[in-house]
């Protein structure tokens, strides 16, 4: 399986979308790595299984995503009918963060069947091992 993992360019989500992509290895999948703060050109979604995005969030009531993930989605090719997750940071508001991300991603046309927060490594490696399991 191949997956594309897509983050906004902050530190710890950073962290947790590289621990994702080691998780996602050890499974024995094959994941590709891409940052919304690096690039402007566009990514070719064709020959990925499943795409992941993690993002992280401000606000507690009315959750803001960053506009580099709304960019990236953009900028992403070929996304309609495409397998998807969602992942947020585990803190308050998380929820409707959550709810968010998924309307951009379902707004390209991606099919979201996964969301999770995380907040360790180790809610990656479950979340890759899961996600690995229900694509064999």
């Known amino acids: 399986m191949r997956v594309l993992i897509m983050h906004s360019g902050e530190g ?7 621990s994702l992509q080691r998780s996602f290895e050890k499974e024995g ?6 940052s919304a703060a690096e690039g402007s050109t566009p990514i070719s979604s064709a020959p990925y299984d ?3 995005l993690l993002s992280s969030f401000s606000g507690l009531f009315k959750p803001k995503v960053p506009v580099e993930i709304d960019n990236i989605l953009k ?4 996304l309609e009918g ?7 940071p585990a803190k308050l508001g998380s ?6 991300l998924m309307s951009l991603m379902e707004r390209q046309g991606m099919i979201v069947d996964y969301f999770s927060t995380l907040s360790s490594p180790a809610d990656a490696q479950s979340a890759a091992q899961r ?3 229900t694509a064999r």
């Open 50 to 52: 499943l795409v992941c």
């Open 82 to 88: 495409k397998k998807g997750a969602a992942f947020v």
């Open 95 to 100: 929820t409707k963060a959550l709810r968010l």
């Open 131 to 133: 996600l690995a399991s």
């Open 12 to 18: 710890k989500i950073a962290d947790l979308a590289q």
């Open 29 to 34: 999948s094959r994941a590709d790595l891409v």
């Open 75 to 78: 900028r992403c090719t070929r």
